[in-house]
């Protein structure tokens, strides 16, 4: 993808989840990018060893963001997860307001476009529901099987758009529902593709489509895994354990 083909770019960021080094790694990265907006797409500070650092971040740059489910966890103070709770008592109440005024979803209009039919719908999972599962291609360890047409009819609902692009899965994919074109976005904190390196997204529109190039920022990942091996959270060996082998792990 070439940036002088492209008339409007906009830098994609989801699932940080605490790791405050990759998303320094990956807006580092952008520096030296074109680009004309900066989106983050949710899952924000949950399971990572900073999320109070993460959030600090975020919202210094002051651009749109949308939640995510874990982000949703977090706001809920009677949430029942140890994980959860520890990630409430790292952040202070303003914090936690702030994540509880977001957006379910972001849509963009490129210039010289018509809305919905041209727009750009980022949102953190599917359009109808944030924590679904629609997976557009399987993943590389066997874990998630290309979602049913049926279902993923149901999971976009009427949502309308060129391009319906999410989060949540933690790999990057494509594919259509019918005719509507979808894709997913990789990690910045927690990869579930194999690489550990950060992952992130740019999505272009060149006058008639929206097209998605996909990006890896290295990153000391190793350094990360063994912060929060030493911090109190409580799932710390397995947060640490799915930053080093890049793939979800489920919680014993």
Same mark, same amino acid.
């Given at each position: 993808?070439?940036?002088?083909?492209?008339?409007? =770019?906009?830098? #994609?960021?989801?699932?940080?989840?605490?790791?405050?080094?990759?998303?320094?790694?990956?807006?580092?990265?952008? #520096?030296?990018?074109?680009?004309?907006?900066?989106?983050?797409?949710?899952?924000?500070?949950?399971?990572?060893?900073?999320?109070?650092? =993460?959030?600090?971040?975020?919202?210094?740059?002051?651009?749109?963001?949308?939640?995510?489910?874990?982000?949703?966890?977090?706001?809920?103070?009677?949430?029942?997860?140890?994980?959860?709770?520890?990630?409430?008592?790292?952040?202070?109440?303003?914090?936690?307001?702030?994540?509880?005024?977001?957006?379910?979803?972001?849509?963009? =209009?490129?210039?010289?476009?018509?809305?919905?039919?041209?727009?750009?719908?980022?949102?953190?999972?599917?359009?109808?529901?944030?924590?679904?599962?629609?997976?557009?291609?399987?993943?590389? +360890?066997?874990?998630?099987?290309?979602?049913?047409? /049926?279902?993923?009819?149901?999971?976009?609902?009427?949502?309308?758009?060129?391009?319906?692009?999410?989060?949540?899965?933690?790999?990057?994919?494509?594919?259509?529902?019918?005719?509507?074109?979808?894709? =997913?976005?990789?990690? #910045?904190? +927690?990869?579930?593709?194999?690489?550990?390196?950060?992952?992130?997204?740019?999505?272009?529109?060149?006058?008639?489509?929206?097209?998605?190039?996909?990006?890896?920022?290295?990153?000391?990942?190793?350094?990360?895994?063994?912060?929060?091996?030493?911090? /109190?959270?409580? +799932?710390?060996?397995?947060?640490?354990?799915?930053?080093?082998?890049?793939?979800?792990?489920?919680?014993?």
């Amino acid at each position: 993808m070439n940036a002088q083909d492209y008339v409007y =770019t906009v830098a #994609v960021l989801a699932d940080i989840h605490g790791n405050a080094a990759a998303l320094r790694a990956v807006l580092n990265a952008l #520096v030296d990018q074109n680009f004309d907006a900066l989106i983050f797409a949710g899952d924000l500070v949950l399971n990572g060893p900073r999320p109070a650092e =993460t959030l600090d971040i975020i919202r210094a740059l002051d651009v749109p963001t949308i939640y995510g489910n874990a982000d949703r966890y977090v706001c809920d103070p009677n949430h029942p997860d140890p994980g959860v709770q520890w990630v409430r008592e790292q952040l202070d109440a303003g914090g936690i307001a702030w994540l509880a005024g977001l957006p379910f979803a972001h849509r963009i =209009t490129p210039p010289g476009g018509e809305s919905p039919t041209d727009d750009l719908l980022i949102v953190h999972a599917t359009p109808t529901d944030v924590e679904a599962v629609l997976a557009l291609e399987s993943d590389r +360890f066997g874990l998630l099987q290309v979602t049913p047409q /049926s279902k993923a009819e149901r999971l976009l609902g009427s949502a309308q758009a060129d391009l319906i692009l999410g989060g949540h899965l933690h790999y990057a994919s494509s594919g259509k529902v019918g005719e509507r074109r979808c894709a =997913t976005v990789g990690s #910045v904190g +927690f990869p579930c593709d194999g690489d550990a390196r950060a992952a992130y997204a740019m999505a272009a529109w060149d006058g008639r489509n929206w097209q998605v190039q996909h990006c890896r920022v290295d990153y000391n990942h190793l350094q990360v895994a063994a912060e929060i091996e030493q911090s /109190s959270f409580p +799932f710390a060996a397995n947060s640490a354990e799915r930053i080093r082998r890049a793939r979800f792990i489920p919680q014993e």
